[in-house]
C-alpha cells in the first residue's frame, strides 16, 4: 500500500480493531486479509495497493510495518 494523502482510519479484522495515521507518501505491506475501515479524520483517504500474484522471495523483509489487526495471538 501507498499512501497519496495523510489520513486516520480505524481498520477492523476479525472482532479485533485499531486504529491507524499514516502520512502522505508512507509505504506499507499487507498480507492477504478481509477487513473494514471506517474514516476516523478530518481528511479523505486516498492509496494504491499493489497486488502481489505469487508468495515473497525467501528470506526478504516487506517494506514498512504491517497495518491493521494482527491475526497472531501474541
Avoid: C
Avoid at 477492523?12 to 505491506?29: C, K, M, S
Avoid at 475501515?37 to 494504491?48: A, R
Avoid at 497486488?51 to 517494506?63: A, C, F, I, N, R
Wanted: without cysteine.
Amino acid at each position: 500500500m501507498y499512501t497519496l494523502s495523510s489520513f486516520r482510519r480505524r481498520v477492523a479484522t476479525g472482532g479485533r480493531e485499531v486504529e491507524v495515521e499514516l502520512p502522505a507518501g508512507q509505504v506499507r505491506w499487507l498480507a492477504a486479509q478481509e477487513h473494514h475501515g471506517e474514516n476516523i479524520g478530518d481528511t479523505d483517504t486516498h492509496t494504491l495497493f499493489v497486488e502481489l500474484k505469487e508468495p515473497s522471495p525467501s528470506g526478504s523483509s516487506p517494506v514498512g510495518e504491517p497495518l491493521g489487526p494482527s491475526t497472531n495471538s501474541d
